[in-house]
């Protein structure tokens, strides 16, 4: 209430928090003197029977056999000593021991302010709290938090000045409820005259004095009322601290004839027995009170209230301008934290617990006029009125059997409840009898029923009637088809995208292309075009490809293909880099992330075996190329000497038969992981609304008529690749080295030889059968990635990790091939890889940002430049020989156009031999620092001249070393040489 003294300074909370260290262990043995409370203060009010008390708390028992109610800790309550608050804390008292629980209702004392008791839980219910004037009721509430603010008590706190009801009836003319009867001396007639009636006097002194603005010997007097002959009247009031300066400054701001006589404690006897007296006395009060409740009074009504003026009397209680109404208090009821732990079923009660203002005259007006106590007055009121207080009155907790959808079936002290689904948990069971279940992986669940997709994830709308009891999410096959924005509600895909895991476009005639709807021609687009003629190129290309280069190609795109297989699922990673996804496309042979429209107007188990068709296309170039040109040899099309000038000086003497079959081998090293790949897809199958189907396209069921054909094709090339080729080059490898047939020796071999010298020749002679194991470990890699792409992500990180590791690590340590260069390059795309699935890690931890997409985007490349580096260093060394040549003839040409003498020419010449002779010696000191075992082995292409692998039957190029005419001889395959 405004007349509290609020608790004033931090040093005395700590001192009462010191004095009541021992509190709560039973309010029998807190130190209640500390907090400024009576030293014995339990005020209990007697029992009070309730005749018909059907509620049940009062009967809920434990296991062992004892009441649930009875058995716990008594409930204190706060009351403060007036009318009002008395009331309310044994309506409380009497309320909970309908419903079984002990009470404790403790009293406060002299000099108390409302705080300490909240930071050492000595309380559990204060029930009367004025906020208006506590001054440390924001402290509490709101910044320490030791108080929980339960709402509402019900009934208000009004402060105002009263006259006698009859006065006001008698004389209607005069409106003695409205302030201006004030400023009409007729009516200021009415009431006694200042200082008409005795001095109230406390042991023969004044109730206040010395402070002109508020109160000099016991009275108020403002500056009109000092003018001799003023005719002023008198309020009676109790004391200073009540509404302190609050209607002295009323009095100032209007001007009012009235003086103010302060009469303490004992003002509302005083006030009283003059009413019953009939005098005509002006007195200050307040509601909820005793006084006003049982005595026929009227309030006067002033300006409404102007809450800025009581804003400034806060600030300045001296001089405030203040010309309006006493605001209307709102009166609240706070617990502590301990109450709300210790007690949480009494919550409800709690907040729902309401007394209003009609409900507190009752029992404040049967005080008096049937002189009740206030303990008689509370237990009167509650019996007859169960209808108003019943409903606060919680259902006593029963053990639930099942719960309904959004909620869990909790254990709350010995019953079991059902609660709603808190933030992190669900439930959609209609008959839940467990506690909601978390929230699953990849979704989101704020709470209740509702669940929500995260990004990259699609799930079916939530329709209950169906059955469906938990969420069935899918991890769709393109990231940005789905939910995008971090979380949305089930069957959400991105604009443009619809269907089951949103792999279908919104408008018919486009089709999913590279994560894009595009409109698409039935010709096709630009890039089915760009890429059979890409593929054609590549196949060319790889045929002119110097055999000792094939390692670099072969560990390349092993590379890229693992690089893009760790990125390809990372929400907004680094294949959101455009020319970067594009190019480890293109490495992989995926066409679907390589082009930038609708390559054909095809999806579902159509696109799916599209994935075959780059890979094979390449290798279907080749075979088409080699029966080519043996079709134009055979029919004089062709001639050696035209072959001849199409011919690098590398491949004289070489083949159509090995050429296109070295190329093909060399395909054959990269191609196993996209057909690998694309046959897994074909065949990964999950159940989606009660349907097997495809997981990349979900509208075909698994092996159903239009699936079969594409799952026995994709059968039957995981059985070639995975077994049969590498078997075969197995048994290969394995008769010839039984036969002493592995031979890396450069003449006297069979053109059969020379052909199978190709499957081994690359590497080492002790590690000659490599080449099916890397098939195996390709095949491996891409069934890990592709399987597992759909599995717990802890899982299938970690199964990368260890997998890739032990991969990296074989490689590092591990070198199989012959080239040093190649060992070199081993190790480097080694470590990339490596550096590449720190990087997935990284990011996935703290985000993608522009900074790492940079550094990936330039880390990924690093082995292929410090690879050309060292090929480049390497050849200069190499071909030092050739150069020094070239450089020599051209030094010849120069002097011989020149118009120097012969001895100049001479001397020329001379010079020439001693730039050649420098040359070679710089050549042999630059052998002796390049370690002997990179000089043998980048030597290789001299050797291939040479090598066994040289002279395979078909087209052959012969050099003119090799033919007494110069171009290329066309030679037969012998029956001899097959």
């Known amino acids: 209430m405004i007349w509290k003294k609020p608790f004033s300074s931090a040093h005395s909370l700590l001192l009462a928090l010191l004095l009541a260290a021992n509190v709560f262990a039973d309010p029998y043995s807190t ?226 004839m009235v003086t103010i006589k302060f009469i303490g404690w004992s003002a509302d006897k005083a006030m009283t027995a003059a009413l019953n007296a009939g005098q005509n006395v002006f007195v200050y009060n307040w509601a909820p009170t005793a006084f006003v409740a049982a005595n026929n009074i009227t309030r006067v009504l002033f300006p409404a209230t102007d809450h800025q003026q009581y804003v400034n009397l806060a600030k300045d209680r001296a001089n405030a301008y203040v010309t309006t109404d006493v605001p209307t208090i709102i009166i609240h009821k706070l617990a502590t934290q301990k109450f709300l732990t210790d007690f949480p079923e009494l919550q409800s009660f709690a907040n729902k617990y309401q007394i209003l203002d009609a409900h507190m005259n009752q029992m404040l007006k049967s005080t008096v006029e049937k002189n009740l106590n206030y303990s008689q007055a509370a237990c009167q009121w509650i019996q007859e009125n169960e209808d108003i207080w019943s409903p606060w009155i919680p259902t006593p907790p029963k053990s639930v059997v099942s719960c309904g959808i959004g909620q869990g079936r909790y254990l709350s002290g010995f019953v079991y409840s059902c609660i709603g689904c808190p933030s992190g948990t669900y439930n959609w069971n209609p008959q839940n009898t467990d506690e909601c279940l978390p929230c699953p992986d990849k979704l989101s669940c704020p709470g209740g029923s509702v669940v929500l997709v995260t990004n990259g994830i699609w799930m079916p709308s939530q329709d209950f009637h169906q059955g469906i009891v938990a969420p069935e999410p899918y991890v769709c096959p393109m990231f940005t088809t789905c939910c995008h924005n971090g979380t949305c509600p089930a069957g959400t895909c991105s604009p443009l995208f619809k269907g089951i895991t949103c792999t279908d476009c919104s408008e018919p005639d486009h089709y999913l292309w590279n994560a894009q709807c595009n409109k698409c021609s039935p010709a096709g687009g630009a890039s089915f075009y760009l890429i059979l003629f890409g593929a054609f190129l590549g196949a060319v290309l790889l045929l002119y490809l110097p055999f000792e280069e094939a390692p670099t190609v072969e560990i390349l795109f092993f590379y890229f293909q693992v690089t893009y297989y760790i990125f390809q699922d990372q929400p907004d990673g680094v294949l959101t880099i455009p020319g970067l996804s594009t190019f480890l496309a293109i490495a992989s042979l995926n066409i679907d992330g390589m082009v930038a429209d609708c390559t054909l107007p095809i999806k579902g188990v159509a696109k799916m075996n599209f994935r075959f068709f780059l890979p094979l296309l390449i290798q279907v170039y080749i ?35 090995l050429i296109c079959f070295r190329a093909a081998i060399v395909v054959l090293t990269f191609i196993i992981m996209p057909l690998i790949d694309a046959s897994l897809i074909l065949l990964q199958c999950v159940d989606i609304l009660g349907k097997h189907v495809l997981v990349s396209a979900p509208e075909v069921e698994c092996f159903s008529s239009e699936h079969a054909p594409a799952a026995a094709l994709a059968i039957i090339i995981l059985i070639v690749f995975l077994g049969f080729v590498p078997l075969l080059i197995a048994y290969i490898l394995k008769k010839l080295h039984k036969g002493g047939n592995i031979k890396y020796e450069e003449d006297g071999i069979t053109n059969i030889e020379r052909l199978f010298q190709c499957l081994y020749i690359v590497f080492k002679p002790e590690m000659y059968y490599m080449m099916p194991i890397t098939m195996l470990e390709k095949g491996v890699t891409s069934i890990l990635f592709t399987m597992l792409v759909r599995l717990n992500e802890m899982v299938r990180i970690n199964v990368y990790i260890i997998f890739l590791g032990f991969l990296c690590a074989t490689r590092i340590y591990w070198q199989p091939y012959h080239n040093a260069l190649e060992a070199y390059l081993n190790r480097e795309i080694s470590l990339g890889i490596l550096v590449m699935i720190a990087f997935r890690q990284y990011t996935d931890h703290y985000g993608v940002t522009n900074a790492s997409l940079a550094q990936v985007g330039v880390i990924v490349f690093l082995p292929v430049v410090f690879h050309l580096i060292r090929w480049f260093r390497s050849n200069v060394e190499k071909h030092q020989d050739k150069i020094a040549s070239v450089l020599a003839s051209a030094n010849i040409t120069t002097t011989k ?28 000191s630059i052998e002796k620092i390049v370690p002997q075992r990179i000089v043998r082995t980048t030597s290789m292409l001299d050797r291939e001249k040479k090598t066994a692998c040289s002279q395979p039957p078909g087209l052959a190029v012969n050099t003119p070393a090799n033919q007494a005419s110069s171009g290329i001889a066309l030679s037969k395959v012998t029956e001899k040489d097959q």
């Open 897 to 924: 156009t020149s118009s120097h003498s012969i001895k100049s020419q001479n001397g020329s010449t001379n010079s020439l031999s001693s730039k050649t002779n420098s040359m070679q010696k710089k050549r042999n």
């Open 31 to 256: 130190n209640w003197t500390a907090l400024k409370y009576l030293p014995s203060p339990k005020v209990n009010g007697p029992p009070c029977h309730i005749s018909n008390n059907t509620f049940g708390w009062n009967t809920i028992k434990l296991a062992d056999g004892s009441l649930y109610t009875a058995s716990k800790r008594p409930i204190v309550i706060t009351t403060e000593g007036w009318d009002s608050y008395f009331l309310n804390a044994y309506v409380a008292q009497y309320l909970l021991e309908v419903m079984g629980y002990q009470t404790y209702v403790a009293q406060t004392g002299g000099g108390y302010s409302i705080g300490p008791e909240f930071y050492v839980n000595a309380i559990d219910l204060f029930l009367e709290a004025w906020p208006e004037d506590t001054a440390n009721y924001e402290q509490l509430t709101q910044v320490d938090r030791v108080a929980v603010d339960m709402g509402a008590a019900g009934y208000s706190g009004v402060i105002g000045l009263y006259v006698p009801t009859p006065l006001v009836e008698k004389y209607p003319a005069f409106g003695l409820d409205f302030w201006r009867f004030l400023l009409n001396p007729e009516a200021r007639a009415l009431f006694p005259a200042s200082g008409s009636t005795p001095p109230y006097l406390v042991d023969g002194k004044p109730q206040c004095d010395g402070d002109p603005k508020q109160c000099v010997n016991g009275y108020y007097t403002p500056a009109q009322c000092k003018v001799p002959g003023a005719k002023c009247i008198e309020l009676w009031a109790y004391d200073p601290a009540y509404s302190p300066s609050n209607f002295q400054r009323i009095i100032d701001s209007l001007g009012l």
């Open 623 to 657: 075979i088409l190329i080699y029966f080519g040109m043996r079709f134009m040899n055979a029919s004089g099309l062709l001639s050696g000497e035209l072959a001849g000038k199409f011919t690098p000086y590398y491949m004289k003497g070489q083949s159509s038969t």
